[in-house]
C-alpha cells in the first residue's frame, strides 16, 4: 500500500515559482500530482511513469515539471510562473499504469489513498 505524505506549499505572487514534494512509501509504476479547489472537483495536472515519461494536462503544461527521485522515494512538482488559477489544494497519488507507461486517465488508482495536500495560493 502507498502512502504519501505532500509538502512545499506557500502563498506567491503572480509569475513566482514553488516547488513541491511529495515523500512515497511503497511502489507504483505511475505516479502524478492532483489538484483541488472549494469550487471544483480534484483533477490531475501532471503524471510521470516509472521510466520517467512525463504527461501534462494543457493548462499547466511548459510551466510545471514532474519529477522522482527513486533514491529518496521523492515526487516532485516544479511549478513556474505561477498564475492565480493554479490556487488549489495539491495532492500526490498513484495513477493506474503498468511498467513504463500510465494510463491515459487523469484519475487516481482505485484503492491507493490520498495524501494529506499541500495548498498553493498565488495572489494577483
Known amino acids: 500500500q502507498v502512502q504519501l505524505a505532500e509538502s512545499g506549499g506557500g502563498s506567491v505572487q503572480s509569475g513566482g515559482s514553488l516547488r513541491l514534494s511529495c515523500a512515497v512509501s511503497g511502489y507504483s509504476n505511475c505516479m502524478g500530482w492532483f489538484r483541488q479547489t472549494p469550487e471544483s472537483s480534484r483533477e490531475g495536472v501532471a503524471a510521470i511513469d516509472s521510466d520517467g515519461n512525463t504527461s501534462y494536462r494543457e493548462s499547466v503544461k511548459g510551466r510545471f515539471t514532474i519529477s522522482q527521485d527513486n533514491a529518496k522515494r521523492t515526487l516532485y512538482l516544479q511549478m513556474n510562473t505561477l498564475e492565480p488559477e493554479d490556487t488549489a489544494m495539491y495532492y500526490c497519488?498513484?495513477?493506474?499504469?503498468?511498467?513504463?507507461?500510465?494510463?491515459?486517465?487523469?484519475?487516481?488508482?482505485?484503492?491507493?489513498?490520498w495524501g494529506q495536500g499541500t495548498q498553493v495560493t498565488v495572489s494577483s
Open positions: 497519488a498513484s495513477m493506474p499504469g503498468r511498467a513504463g507507461y500510465c494510463y491515459p486517465s487523469w484519475i487516481r488508482r482505485p484503492g491507493s489513498p
